[in-house]
């Protein structure tokens, strides 16, 4: 059961590994991105900072919509991590179970405007974060679980 989508270009750090994770009961991390699944450095980094009592999953955005659609994951009470919007639509492109995204941390970069404390978008991802609100999926940011809900609303949050 996928308990919650996070887009956060961190990926996996302290917010994600304790607060997140305990305020979920997620059993599971599976971190979505095609650099991080091809680079070892990362990987041992990511590994480092899980929670031993957690199962942690690296996976290419092609290999983790594999994973889910065939039902591979199905057993976990999951929390996805992937590192941009893009990547969370590919997900929930391919995956319809999900109906929920959290908007953790995007950085700044040329032509992005900050919509809620630590992420900022640019308008493609706006545009984005649209279409998958208007097929009836939930877009809000908050950093941590007790933070209050910050809604994605058509050209920022609210």
């Known amino acids: 059961m996928i308990l919650l989508l996070r887009v956060d270009h961190r990926l996996l750090h302290g917010q994600v590994a304790f607060s997140w994770l305990r305020n979920l009961g997620a059993d599971c991390i599976l971190i979505a991105n095609d650099e991080t699944a091809t680079d070892e450095l990362k990987k041992t980094t990511m590994r480092l900072a899980k929670p031993q009592d ?14 889910l659609t065939q039902g591979a994951t199905d057993k976990y009470k999951l929390f996805i991590v ?16 999900i109906t929920h995204i959290n908007l953790g941390g995007a950085p700044p970069r040329p032509g992005a405007v900050n919509v809620s404390k630590a992420v900022y978008l640019q308008p493609c991802e706006m545009d984005i974060l649209n279409e998958l609100i208007a097929r009836g999926i939930e877009v809000e940011s908050r950093l941590l679980p007790r933070d209050r809900k910050i809604f994605f609303k058509g050209v920022g949050m609210s």
């Open 54 to 67: 957690i199962k942690l999953v690296i996976k290419t955005i092609a290999e983790s919509v594999e994973a």
């Open 82 to 97: 992937v590192g941009s919007v893009e990547d969370a639509k590919t997900i929930a492109d391919s995956y319809p179970g």
